[in-house]
């Protein structure tokens, strides 16, 4: 009956057009985004490539694992480890390239004047990619724990140091240089590190033994906190707003 | 609503680019004019909270330029900013989006409509690399009125627009000007002149003058000469006042110049425009 009425009543009378309908839309405030729905959009924003070689990174770690026994027989002991080792600082290169993506493009300006401001975009990307990072390298690790003769935690460190001396140069790099110098700073160092990598432990097979487990260990801890202090700087940068590096050409 | 700028001082090492600036602006339309490194840029970067002022406090309502309420408000367009490579105008706007916290369907809707009101909507999908100097500054232009902003500070906006377009733009902000509190830096006296209610001028880092454009004409006024001279009389006259407008007309040469005293006999007084002004500050006969 109700709604009888209610149809009746609309076919009677015409609505009276709207006033100003734009106009009080646009005034309407709308519910802003939360920090999380801000932490979300960002993935969309890493580039494909860290995302691909990521995947090409566990793949060679799956392949090297559980495949290579059949089709290659000079296995060595250790020698999963380099190989996947050797990859990985150009993993580190791109992660720590793309931290620094706004000063590159020269976006640090717009960025910074957002209501997320750039301390929280870089925040956002560190995370994401440090997320991604720690995946590939988990993946990698339960891999190459099911071969290796090596303890869990030794196979993680010999993984690990590689990678984590690239991503610490490289932060360094970025931070005390900018433009296109300061990328091929980078990809050289990354590449130093992955020869070094292979030439050191294919030629001696010394290094991966026991007693040098310590100075592993060693570089393991110092390569760990540059990556922290350089991290804690560039935030530190951002949130005191000292661009001298990354605004001023 | 009322941004406040209480002695803002910036140093870089021993330059003293902005110096104790105080100024409160209230919505309206502003414009900065200045001659090459005066500051103006130093000032507007300072009222984004890109840089920290050496000395001084900037708030807007009470709110200091390094909260977050505060860039909430801010729409801000560089001099000369960059964009990732991959993005095409309306990835441009979308991401710039999700930095100022617009839900996405919301960013949707205002970018197409901001890309429509800079005339862009044609080019949208269209890669950034791709554009002319003029459209990527208008893509700035939009970029900065996506969270609808209750100040809005635009550095060297009309750079490389058509006459077309910077009539749009004039049109544009002088709308925009009726409830918010718009800044804008130009070398163009044109562009200002007629949009800003009070005009701002900066000179080695100082404000010397600001006000309603007829207010600061006046200091000039009756002192705006023309005349036609001989060509032989030209340079001895230039060198002693600051030339506004020179053109050849047959073997003579006309001359508009700022002077306290009538330059020679047959100069008549004319009416000042803000352009004397200007020329008048930034002339190289005034700063010996
Ligand atoms: N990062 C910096 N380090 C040292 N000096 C600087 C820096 N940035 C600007 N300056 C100086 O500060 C002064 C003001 O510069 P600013 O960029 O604000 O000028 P401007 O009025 O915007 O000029 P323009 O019209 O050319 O854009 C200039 O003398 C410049 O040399
Ligand atoms: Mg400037």
């Not at chain 1, 070689?53 to 002991?77: H, Q, R």
């Not at chain 1, 910074?112 to 870089?122: A, E, Y």
Request: proline share 4%.
């Amino acid at each position: 009956m109700n709604k009888k009425l209610k149809n009746a009543l609309q076919s009677a009378f015409e609505a009276p057009k709207p006033v100003d309908k734009e106009r009080f839309l646009k005034s309407l405030r709308y519910p802003k985004t939360t920090c999380w729905d801000f932490f979300l959009s960002q993935f969309r924003y890493i580039r494909k490539r860290v995302w691909v070689l990521s995947v090409l990174i566990a793949f060679v770690g799956w392949a090297i694992a559980f495949l290579s026994p059949l089709t290659i027989d000079w296995y060595i002991e250790g020698e999963k480890i380099w190989i996947i080792s050797a990859v990985l600082p150009f993993l580190a290169l791109l992660t720590a390239t793309e931290i620094y993506r706004s000063a590159f493009y020269r976006m640090t300006e717009l960025e910074i004047c957002c209501r997320f401001s750039l301390s929280q975009v870089i925040m956002a990307r560190t995370a994401i990619l440090g997320g991604g990072n720690f995946i590939v390298l988990a993946l990698l690790l339960t891999f190459i724990g099911r071969v290796s003769p090596y303890s869990l935690l030794q196979a993680a460190i010999y993984l690990l140091v590689p990678y984590l001396i690239t991503c610490g140069i490289c932060l360094l790099i970025l931070s005390r240089t900018r433009g296109s110098e300061s990328l091929y700073g980078c990809a050289a160092a990354a590449c130093l590190v992955s020869v070094a990598n292979v030439i050191f432990s294919s030629t001696m097979q010394l290094l991966y033994s026991n007693p040098f487990l310590i100075y592993w260990l060693l570089v393991f801890a110092a390569s760990s906190s540059l990556i922290g202090i350089q991290i804690h700087h560039l935030l530190k940068q951002t949130e005191d707003r000292t661009w001298n590096l990354l605004l001023t050409e | 609503m009322e941004l406040t700028l209480d002695r803002v001082t910036k140093h870089y090492g021993s330059k003293i680019a902005c110096d104790r600036i105080s100024l409160t602006l209230h919505p309206g339309v502003y414009g900065l004019l200045g001659a090459n490194g005066a500051g103006k840029t130093t000032l507007m970067r300072m009222m984004c909270g890109v840089l920290v002022p050496t000395f001084g406090s900037i708030t807007y309502d009470g709110i200091d330029v390094s909260c977050e309420d505060y860039r909430d408000a801010l729409g801000y367009l560089p001099q000369e900013f960059g964009y990732y490579p991959e993005f095409s105008a309306l990835d441009f706007m979308l991401y710039i989006a999700t930095l100022k916290g617009i839900p996405k369907l919301r960013a949707r809707e205002k970018a197409r409509e901001l890309l429509e009101l800079v005339s862009l909507e044609k080019e949208a999908k269209k890669k950034i690399k791709t554009f002319s100097g003029g459209m990527k500054q208008r893509l700035g232009v939009a970029q900065s009125m996506l969270n609808d902003p209750k100040i809005l500070i635009l550095d060297e906006p009309t750079a490389g627009l058509d006459p077309k377009e910077r009539v749009r733009f004039r049109n544009l902000i002088s709308r925009l000007g009726a409830d918010r509190i718009v800044l804008l830096s130009t070398h163009i006296v044109s562009d200002v002149e007629h949009i800003a209610g009070t005009i701002l001028v900066m000179k080695d880092g100082r404000l010397i003058h600001q006000g309603a454009l007829e207010e600061i004409i006046r200091t000039i006024e009756g002192r705006v000469w023309e005349c036609i001279v001989p060509q032989a009389l030209v340079d001895s006259l230039c060198e002693r006042y600051p030339a506004i407008n020179m053109r050849q007309e047959g073997k003579d040469v006309f001359l508009r110049l700022v002077g306290d005293e009538k330059p020679c006999d047959s100069a008549i007084a004319v009416q000042a425009a803000l352009e004397d002004l200007y020329l008048y500050y930034f002339s190289e006969v005034n700063a010996k």
